[in-house]
Antibody, heavy 120, light 109 residues
Framework: QVQLVQSGAEVKKPGASVRVSCKAS????????INWVRQAPGQGLEWVGW????????HSAEKFQGSVTMTRDTSINTAYMELSGLRSDDTAVYYC?????????????WGQGILVTVSS | EIVLTQSPGTLSLSPGERATLSCRAS???????LAWYQQKTGQSPRLLIY???SRATGIPDRFSGSGSGTDFTLTISRLEPEDFAVYYC??????????FGQGTKLEIK
């Protein structure tokens, strides 16, 4: 069965960077895009960006351009998201989620989420 | 960027009742490219509906989606205890960003 397993919780100081991972199994990793969606405590969902595991091409929402880097390692079916220049309002659960491609972009499987806490 | 507004914010109903959740877009959603998700406390979202009206794999037929243009509806025909959760709509008809509504909390009355 399709599984997206994410790395563990992180605590970082303001200004630092964090890299989180998402390991895929149960399907052909290169055939689907990996998206990142975040959810601040008690808030709604916000799309961060996607990566095409086949090509390595990524695209992020405008507000995250310059601060987010998405990569992948196809040898271990894992996608990564690095967020730099962390601020307190980056505190959120970060989910990876699968989509068919860059269109249509809806999310049929989700990881369990990673809580990233930014605090001094 | 398309803004999605969900109503009501909270819906209080009893098991067995019918639930109707609304999602309104700030501009027309191309080709009804709208999805609905269910999120239970402490869990990841789960895809229910895509393309405004197509049920995702394994989703019971008491869940149905409808609508086009700027107005979309998720209907749960007969509520089961496990259906009480937060529901989000998401549009993917426009170029990124792919936006979500703020959610409707469905609670037991």
């Amino acid at each position: 069965q399709v599984q997206l397993v994410q790395s563990g919780a992180e605590v970082k100081k303001p200004g630092a960077s964090v890299r989180v991972s998402c390991k895929a199994s149960g399907y052909t990793f290169s055939a689907y895009f990996i998206n990142w969606v975040r959810q601040a405590p008690g808030q709604g969902l916000e799309w961060v960006g996607w990566i095409n595991p086949n090509s390595g091409v990524s695209h992020s929402a405008e507000k995250f351009q310059g601060s987010v880097t998405m990569t992948r390692d196809t040898s271990i079916n894992t996608a990564y998201m690095e967020l730099s220049g962390l601020r307190s309002d980056d505190t959120a659960v970060y989910y990876c989620a699968r989509s068919l491609g860059d269109f249509p972009v809806y999310f049929d499987h989700w990881g369990q989420g990673i809580l990233v806490t930014v605090s001094s | 960027e398309i803004v999605l507004t969900q109503s009501p914010g909270t819906l209080s109903l009893s098991p067995g009742e019918r639930a109707t959740l609304s999602c309104r877009a700030s501009q027309s959603v191309r080709s009804s490219y709208l999805a609905w998700y269910q999120q239970k406390t402490g869990q990841s979202p789960r895809l229910l509906i895509y393309g405004a009206s197509s049920r995702a794999t394994g989703i019971p037929d008491r869940f149905s989606g409808s609508g086009s243009g700027t107005d979309f509806t998720l209907t749960i025909s007969r509520l089961e205890p496990e259906d009480f959760a937060v529901y989000y709509c998401q549009q993917y008809g426009d170029s990124p960003p792919y936006t979500f509504g703020q959610g409707t909390k469905l609670e037991i009355k």
